[in-house]
């Protein structure tokens, strides 16, 4: 069965560093999604992609965020500044439809900033 | 603004007993879909069960049945015959027709007792 998968499970970086989290969604999905959720608490959304560009994005997806979908198979996230509050999972997820259906969800990276 | 409240931080269930799930919503849109993701431990989110707002009838897969009361705006999670592997997280999540991102609740921590 087709399924998400996210690079790598677990990334520890210093304050200040940047990093890219690394997702392949499933192959023929269109929509593309990170979420993150710190330790303890629900899950939130950072922002959507379509189509090559951002389609929705929460408020918690500043400056320091980015996404990218370098060839036809990666779906990125950059946090160009770590800071010590970015510490979470973040969970990359894909559908086909925009709209309805589920999103199939990737098993995380757990990011700790130190 | 769309809103999903879980009010169950914790749940207890004796196996191979039925528990019911608590899950209400909040949303100005009329078109909108439901869903139920299942966090075990190891952290990943596992898709159990969706309901769209005009399906008339409750959704079930397998164990798991969602109580699904529009005019209550509830989407309660009902699963019989639990088993020990039950023991997880829960998180009921929306997502409207105007928007492609899921709103999460909280969640439920669910412990099946042997």
Redesign the interface.
Known sequence: EPEVTQTPSHQVTQMGQEVILRCVPISNHLYFYWYRQILGQKVEFLVSFYNNEISEKSEIFDDQFSVERPDGSNFTLKIRSTKLEDSAMYFCASSFSGSFGEQFFGPGTRLTVL | AQKITQTQPGMFVQEKEAVTLDCTYDTSDQSY?L?W?KQPS??????LI?Q?SYDEQNATEGRYSLNFQKARKSANLVISASQLGDSAMY?C?M?V?T?????????TSLTVIP
Do not use: D, K, L, P
Request: no cysteine; charged share 10%; glycine share 24%.
């Open positions: 879909g869903f993701y190891s952290g990943e989110m596992i898709f969706y769209g998180f999540a997502r027709n928007g492609n991102q899921f709103y999460f609740g909280t969640g």
